[in-house]
């Protein structure tokens, strides 16, 4: 998020390459750190040093990266840069307006400190699992690494207000960040719901908890059916295709009614649209300002005309596989401030040289000493 | 040491639903003074001191400005001129409708920032799409893809799209107010929350666009790593309650062996057709069942005890009760923030999943009732008299 917003991002990673380079997909289904689509994704505009932070002079030069950053993220987990010798305590001597920010599963500290959590675990311990799938059925998974980019989200967003608070006094200081606490705090409703009603809230599969929304199979695929247009419209339209069955008793125009017995409303929309197209159902009901929508696959996304015609996806170049590729693009259309795709993912330890030489002064003979101690 | 990291930040806040709110919260939790100007709807989306609510709007203040009024959209322009940051998610016309987009108030506030955070964006042929929370989420493959063993989407009974537009939101209007500080400068941001969410899917859509593949194979098994056992194993009913669960995740051969031992290495862990990683994953249908057939027998709270001191990641898939009420952790490090209800009784948010060492952000005060700031708002930011306030909740510009 800070790269591909212009901050000089150094990815420092392990000789060899990120444990990330090594998670699938890859390109042409061929594993390779510099192929993994994984890191691709999540390593967009940033640069690569390699350093063994396992060994004195590996740490050392960290310790002189530090000197001159705004900010350090790590996600060692708890207690291992300090461990290290590069923890809170050092790199805030070295550098007084370094913000430092530590991302880990529970936190800095509590019982649960020392778990190991990846996002499965994490969207589980931090309510999110619980509510998704059917009631009587396993929890299902929520797709996207959700706990990892709520975690990510915050973290950016504690950073920023690091930053602004050293504006103040010029003093930087530590984030402790909680990825557990980071999904539950990306719930929409579990939470309010339960010191409201002090009931758990439960799995009801695509049924939203509001009770306006949800997922019905037509002829072609699914549709999202919405309750929460204007009903007389929906109604009319339903009644002239013979299927509105008891809908068309007058408590179905009230609001409350149609919450209170949703899977009953539901179950006849579902018999209503069972032989429509699913792109004919959701073009008219636009048109009539019912808020319904496709069900559809990820690959549709780039066919999407809106997202086309706001040049969501950015081309990419990759000259040493004398290709191009399309990226997912900006979160948000900043005009004074773009969101850019300006450098490739990097390959591993592309910028040693420029990083240990140009920039830290290093002496070109000392690099490869170093590069054959295989400490970068 | 230094106040609350934004303090000294106005925020003139017009979101309304989740995906906004959930944005202005960060920027409140850190000290801003994030104003909703509101209209006067009973009930709408729960009450203002307990539950929903209280999680998106503590620490906010309320302004009920009837912006049908011309009066009304004066005031709430006098209010941009001593702000720092607009932020909407309405579509594109209601702004423009008011005069209050970003053209004609750079106009009276040079620098201010306008950030806003309609369903699909404000260009392109869609950008009127009515949309939702869960309408984004079938958009962009979510819900499709978000299946049953059977196939059948079974997933998002909530807004996920709501938290990523939100949280998107409010990073990029903390890079804006970073920009303006370095540089003066204020800007538009045109926030589509689809495009926000879209993003999650990163390695599959990568997947389609560089391997040219259909269907990105993502699915509930191969989103980070290769691994199994891997999965949801239903644990030993508890107090009645049978829809008890824990997530098991087994990536390494060393976490393997931990997790052999952790569970009293039974004679089917040493099965040649488990042996490796890549054997495990192809025989995953055998093995869940035997993992199932232990997990069964403990229940979730102790299973997880079990494997977590041996070095296994799991966890248990908290409920409401078990993440609000049981949670040590949570507690601990004191995740849960109370606000006063009108009776002067605590009740709880979820709280800043953060802490900053100098600047810790804080929950201040319970969400407000629309309007409950009108006086603070009229009287000492906008220096209006007492005379001038009766006669605009007099006129209805400002509902009481």
Known sequence: MFADLGADVIKVEPPGGDDGRRIAPFVDDRPHPDRSLFFWF?????????????????????????????????????????????????????????????????????????????DAVLTAMGGMLYVNGYPGRPPVRPLGLQAYHASAHYGAIATLCALFARDQDGAGQWIDLSMQAATAGALEHVVGSFFQNGQPERRRGTLHWARFFRAGKCRDGYVLHCTIGDWTSLLEWVRGDDAAQDLITPEWHEHDHRAKHAEHLFDVLDQWVVDKPRDEIVARAQLLRQPYAAVRFPGELFKDEQLIARGYFVEVEHPELGRSFHYPGAPALMH???????????????????????ELGLAREELATLIAEGIV | MAAMALKGIRVVDFTWVVAGPVATRMLADNGAEVIKVERKIPGYMGPRKVGLQPDLNRNKLS??????????????????????????????????????????????????????????????PRRDYVSYGPTLQSLTGFTRLMTDPNGEPAGYGYSFSDLAGGLAGGFVALSALWHRRRTGQGQFIDLSQMEALTGYLGPGLLDISVNGREQSPVDWRAQEKPAAPYGVYRCQPSDGDDDRWIV??????????????????????????????????????????????????????AAMTILQRAGVPAGLVENGVDLCTRDPQLQFRNFWAAVKRPDGSDTYVSGIPYRLSATPGAIRSNAPEVGENNEYVLGELLGLSPAEREELYAHQVVWH
């Not at chain 1, 063994?52 to 002189?64: I, T």
């Not at chain 1, 004074?336 to 140009?358: F, K, M, Q, S």
């Not at chain 2, 720092?84 to 009276?108: P, Q």
Request: hydrophobic letters at 40%; charged letters at 25%; a negative charge.
């Open chain 1, 42 to 118: 999540y390593n967009l505009n940033k640069r690569s040093l390699t350093l063994d932070l396992e060994s004195e002079r590996g740490r050392e030069l960290l310790c002189e990266l530090a000197r001159g950053a705004d900010v350090v993220i790590e996600n060692f987990g708890p207690g291992r840069a300090d461990a290290m010798g590069l923890g809170w305590a050092r790199l805030h001597e070295l550098n007084p307006a370094l913000v430092l920010c530590s991302i880990s599963p529970f936190g800095a500290d509590g019982p649960y400190r020392d778990y190991l959590a990846d």
């Open chain 2, 248 to 301: 098991i995740s087994v990536g390494s051969q060393a976490e393997w062996n931990r997790f052999k031992n952790a569970i009293g290495a039974p004679p089917w862990v040493d099965d040649t057709k488990f042996h490796t990683l890549y054997l495990r994953m192809r025989n995953r249908e055998e093995l869940d069942r035997q993992v199932a057939s232990w997990t069964a027998n403990h229940q979730a709270e």
């Open chain 1, 336 to 358: 004074g401030t773009p969101w850019r795709a300006y450098r490739r993912p990097p390959l591993v330890g592309e910028h040693n040289e420029a990083i240990l030489c140009d």
């Open chain 2, 63 to 124: 302004v009920a400005i009837n912006m049908a009024e011309p009066r009304g959209v004066e005031l709430a322009r006098e209010l941009v001129r001593i702000s720092d940051l607009v932020i909407d998610n309405f579509s594109a016309r209601v702004m423009r409708g008011w005069g209050m987009d970003y053209e004609s108030l750079r106009k009276i506030k040079p620098d201010i920032i306008c950030i806003s955070m309609s369903g699909l964006g404000h260009t392109g």
